[in-house]
């Protein structure tokens, strides 16, 4: 693996992931486990932030929404923070991502990283695309921070701009399906958060 990717060992989470592994659980389940095993993520994902810094968090929508308030829970009560929301999804058949909101103002000076939130990486267009558009943006480091990946996207996100990303993972699995999911994986994390694959 590249050395710019962390791929966290915590029993704690590794149960807790197990859990979500489990097709059949209902999506208020889902999304508190998704928040329970971000919070015990984010302490290998956090930098503390100097006295001037100014810390961007971007979510990505949808799925991101579900570790946002964790992640900003572990941060110091008095960081200044700035939550920002990135829209992008992969279209099906292609699986390329599709940039369907962006209302990033100009960058502040005070802001010199920025964290990611994005619960899964499979096949790594939609973070490399995050991560190009960040860049654009002009920010100093990125850190992108997944729950789980499988081990093609996560690399191939690595690539995109190693000397200004790091990568924390939770957990990293092998394979991707035919459908480019993560195999064994979670499914389609963002319908199983909502339900919106029962309907």
Avoid: C
Avoid at 2 to 7: F, M, Y
Avoid at 52 to 58: P, R, S, W, Y
Avoid at 156 to 162: E, I, T
């Amino acid at each position: 693996m590249p050395s710019n990717i962390t791929t966290v060992i915590n029993s704690e989470a590794s149960q807790i992931l197990s859990q979500l592994r489990d097709q059949s659980l209902p999506p208020a389940t889902v999304r508190r486990l998704v928040g329970n095993l971000t919070s015990t993520l984010t302490k290998y994902a956090l930098k503390t932030p100097t006295q001037d810094e100014q810390v961007a968090v971007i979510v990505i929508l949808r799925s991101g929404l579900a570790m946002a308030d964790p992640f900003l829970a572990a941060l110091p009560e008095d960081a200044n923070t700035v939550t920002y929301h990135l829209g992008l999804f992969r279209e099906k058949e292609s699986l390329r991502p599709v940039e369907y909101y962006n209302k990033l103002p100009a960058k502040s000076p005070k802001i010199k990283r920025a964290y990611v939130l994005d619960p899964l990486v499979a096949t790594g267009g939609t973070a490399k695309a995050a991560i190009e558009i960040l860049r654009d943006w002009g920010v100093g480091h990125i850190t992108l921070f997944s729950l789980l990946g499988s081990e093609k996207g996560i690399e191939n996100v690595a690539g995109v701009w190693p000397e200004g990303t790091d990568i924390v993972v939770g957990a990293i699995d092998k394979e991707l399906d035919d459908r480019g999911y993560v195999k064994p994986g979670l499914g389609d994390i963002g319908d199983r958060l909502y339900g919106t694959s029962l309907g």
